[in-house]
């Protein structure tokens, strides 16, 4: 079970199918339906007041999120997006889609992307920053913000990993100009697969809502302001809408859950010598999915990885730069990569290989997880605890990290 909001799945999400199986009706992107009653626009509704936003866009995945928010954000050919070194495939795969280009910048020992280094990769060309909030943690996003209003840039917030995490105070996904949320069942609430856009911004609603319904307006409407563009149809379906609207509601149980088995976890694992937990730029507003330990020397990480069977962060396939040799292959200019598109003639080829961002290669590969809500051996968290762990599970499993960290000791 690799999310938490897994666990809570009952009687409401099969109700809420159930309801739509009894009404059978295409719902709210269709003409002959108001779609007032269906799935989809109440887990909208819900989810636009859940994290204060003008308005939600539900989507048929976190990637299909991340490329509505970018194009909503008019993103395209000759436009540069900042995203951190470790993030997930689709952070960069949807700017690469959207026609843009990608500029990878260093992580800081929070695990996510450092602003000095996103200062020192603004170039004219760059559009958007895109802080990817790792592990169910924020982003500097005091230090994002103003850099992206002083240099008139968008943020573009990839929330996929923290729903219903905050920065003092303020959602995730809202302070940014858009938020793409993944609702994929190693997420924080889950409908097996679905995603969404945060913004409110109307224009950005509205090109996002065009790109993801072949073109029309809102809700269909026959007239509308902005941009109809020549979308795609990556909407989410009734079916998931019934089981995200009624794990939505359970969003605020599920964290106070998974953060007291956080809490219990790193109190019973307490200080150890040689290795820190990673900064927490809100550790109050943090989801508490995955508790993460920065070691002082890589092979000290390697030694504990090797004794509780998991691996340092950077090992983690799909999560890490250099760790993707499309994207690679892609800046050599290999058109197989990215099918329709490849750096070349007029364009400039960049390195994407493993090396490319030295402090991202030390700190990940001086950084271990213990998963205390979302277990996913990809994302390096395979080892540890869950939502539905008893407190007696959560004192053994400390204390194995404990002797793994004592019993490997370096020097
Ligand atoms: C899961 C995830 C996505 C993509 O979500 P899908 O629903 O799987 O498409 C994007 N970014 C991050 C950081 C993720 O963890």
Redesign the pocket.
Known sequence: MPGPGYRFVDDEERDNVLAVLDRWRAGRDTFDDPGEGDMVRRFERAAAERFGSGHCLAVN??????IAALVGLGIGPGDEVIVPGY?????IA?VLHCGADVVLAEIDESLTIDPADVESKITPRTKAIMP???LGAPADMTALRRIADARGLHLVE????AAGAAHQGRPLGTIGRAG?F???H??VITAL???FVLTSDPLVFQRAYSFHDQGWFPYREDRGEGDRLLGMNLGLGELHAAVALAQLGKLDRVLDRVRAVKQRLVERIGDLPDVRRRTLHDPSGECGTVAVYVFDHAKHAQDVADRIGAKPLLDSPT?YYGSLPALAAFGRGDRKAVPFRAPGPGRWLRTYERGALPRTDDILARSVAVATGVSDSY?GAGFGVHAGSTESEIDAVAGEFRRAVLGSRAG
């Open positions: 995945s976190g990637t299909s999120a991340l993030m997930f495939v689709a952070s949807s990817v909030h790792m990839d929330c996929a990993q793409a993944s609702l994929n190693y997420k697969q679905g995603g999560h994302l």
